[in-house]
């Protein structure tokens, strides 16, 4: 299977534009704890790092960007845009976020609070997690 998870919502369109819903329980595959935005992005990649335990849901609501999905054994990437089309990220995921358009703003929506603990930030680590050397 892909490491490539994306969740197709339904776009309501008529004469006056669009709109997209997003239903707790319903469109996500996890409780919904914390929603954050990313925008005013440069040259910078983000992310490079893993979480232990969370789980993630990203839109890029406009404009564009690349997302590379690693799992220690297999890395893939997509573009994403529209608000329509969601990235699920599991946990033990080593994510990197690359090539933003100036306009990109990059909505998340996750299944824990912030808890720095979670994270995995360096990618020899990630890889011995992952492997089962280390928790
Ligand atoms: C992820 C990718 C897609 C908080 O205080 N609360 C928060 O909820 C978040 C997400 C971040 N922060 C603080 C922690 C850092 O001081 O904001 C600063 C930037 O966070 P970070 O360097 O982790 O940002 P990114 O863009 O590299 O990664 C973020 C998420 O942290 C991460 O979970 O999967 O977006």
């Known amino acids: 299977m ?7 919502l339904p776009a309501f369109g008529d ?31 983000r992310g490079m790092h893993s979480h232990r335990k969370l789980q993630q849901l990203a ?6 960007c690349r997302f590379v999905l690693d799992d220690g054994a297999r890395r893939e990437d997509v573009v994403l845009s529209g608000p329509a089309k969601g990235l699920l990220i599991g946990n033990l995921i080593w994510r990197e976020m690359h090539d933003f358009t100036d306009d990109c703003v990059i909505m998340v929506l996750a299944s824990e609070h ?12 990630f890889l011995e997690v992952v492997r089962g050397k280390a928790v």
């Open 15 to 45: 004469g006056r534009g669009d709109l997209v819903s997003i239903e707790a329980g319903k469109h996500i595959p996890f409780q919904i704890k914390r929603v954050y935005c990313l925008f005013n992005l440069g040259d910078h990649p």
């Open 2 to 8: 892909s490491l490539i998870q994306l969740l197709e």
């Open 59 to 64: 839109f890029c609501v406009h404009g564009s």
């Open 114 to 125: 912030y808890d720095e603990a979670d994270y995995i930030r360096d990618y020899d680590t």
